[in-house]
T-cell receptor, first 117, second 115 residues
């Protein structure tokens, strides 16, 4: 099974600064999708950004961008101009093929990000 | 458009009781996933339905857990009898399909506490 590793259990950043959350994965698949989900204290799982492995261009969504290094199997999330509302748990996820058919998300353990004033 | 709806948001019950968690899919979606989140194991897939049919239930812990999808827009996850180790946050997610390109959208979760 594919594995997703987030090596930073906790991080903090000051408001307006930039922070990068790391994620590595292991797979033998040729085409796949990677995701970052955000889970604020409300517990809601919110999709932040996604990246298709075939696309060389890094995905960007407003202040959120990724650095996708396919050869290194690395998928980091950069948050620019951090805001207090960015405080949350961030999960890196891989779209994992299921044995019968279809795909489901395989999540990393998460990184807890605290944005301070 | 309404997102995935889950009820209840919180459930506290005593060991041995039956618990039923409910989920309403986003309109037009045909794939439904139940995930469980615990401190020890993180987020893990329990079961996946496509077009109301259970496709993969390899993540269901044991026979005490059962899930149904009686129609295209609604699913239940039942635990009978419940045990303290079932305490967790249970999420359902839906997607338009179950391909590698189909993004899953999550409900707000149900926090279950079994005393």
């Amino acid at each position: 099974a594919q594995t997703v590793t987030q090596s930073q259990p906790e991080m903090s950043v000051q408001e307006a600064e930039t922070v990068t959350l790391s994620c590595t994965y292991d797979t033998s698949e040729s085409n796949y999708y990677l995701f970052w989900y955000k889970q604020p204290p409300s517990r809601q799982m919110i999709l932040v950004i996604r990246q298709e492995a075939y696309k060389q261009q890094n995905a960007t969504e407003n202040r959120f961008s990724v650095n996708f290094q396919k050869a290194a199997k690395s998928f980091s999330l950069k948050i620019s101009d951090s805001q207090l509302g960015d405080t949350a748990m961030y999960f890196c996820a891989f779209m994992n093929p299921l044995s019968n058919s279809g795909y489901a998300l395989n999540f990393g353990k998460g990184t807890s990000l605290l944005v301070t004033p | 458009d309404a997102g995935v709806i889950q009820s209840p948001r919180h459930e506290v019950t005593e060991m041995g009781q039956e618990v039923t968690l409910r989920c309403k899919l986003i309109s037009g979606h045909n794939s439904l996933f139940w995930y469980r989140q615990t401190m020890m194991r993180g987020l893990e897939l329990l079961i996946y339905f496509n077009n109301n049919v259970p496709i993969d239930d390899s993540g269901m812990p044991e026979d005490r857990f059962s899930a149904k999808m009686p129609n295209a827009s609604f699913s239940t996850l039942k635990i009978q009898p419940s045990e303290p180790r079932d305490s967790a946050v249970y999420f359902c997610a839906s997607s338009f399909g179950a391909g590698v390109t189909d993004t899953q959208y999550f409900g707000p979760g149900t926090r279950l506490t079994v005393l």
